[in-house]
């Protein structure tokens, strides 16, 4: 289970809207061991696509230096299909560099209805995670 404030989630929410009609994406900080997000950092979809992302490397450097900096580690990485639904597509599963943080997909095909779900991915396999919303 992954925690989130519910203000991490309407940051989510509304980084993804604001990024439409391509995905956006995102890097989430806090403590890995207890499963509590306590920052969201957005970031820019270098691919500028709506069926994939790529996270400037330059970008996620100097976030990666200020969760040193604030004492945290990464817990997730975000980001949303615009047009299926919040699951891991292939390209997704197969980038999946991190096997104990949280993929967080939020799916914007009814963009009124965001559906927001998290994935554990290690070796290729996947299993769907429990968000708690506080």
């Known amino acids: 289970m992954i925690h989130l404030s519910k203000s991490i989630y309407g940051a989510m929410i509304a980084h993804a809207k604001a990024g439409f009609p ?10 890995l061991k207890k499963r509590i997000t306590s920052k969201f950092f957005p970031m820019r979809n270098l691919d500028e696509s709506s069926i994939s992302y790529f996270m400037d490397p330059k970008e996620q450097l100097l976030v990666l230096k ?11 990485i975000f980001h949303s299909h ?5 699951a891991p597509s ?29 994935f554990k991915i290690k070796d290729e396999k996947i299993i769907e995670e429990e968000i708690e919303i506080v």
């Not at 391509?22 to 403590?31: K, R, V």
């Not at 615009?82 to 919040?86: H, I, K, L, Q």
């Not at 390209?91 to 998290?118: Q, T």
């Open 66 to 76: 200020k969760m040193r900096e604030m004492g945290i580690e990464m817990t997730g």
């Open 82 to 86: 615009v047009a299926s639904e919040a």
């Open 22 to 31: 391509n995905e956006a994406c995102g890097i989430l900080g806090g403590d």
């Open 90 to 118: 292939q390209k997704d599963v197969r980038l999946a560099f991190y096997p104990d943080v949280s993929y967080l997909i939020v799916s914007l095909s009814d963009i009124n209805k965001p559906i927001l779900r998290s």
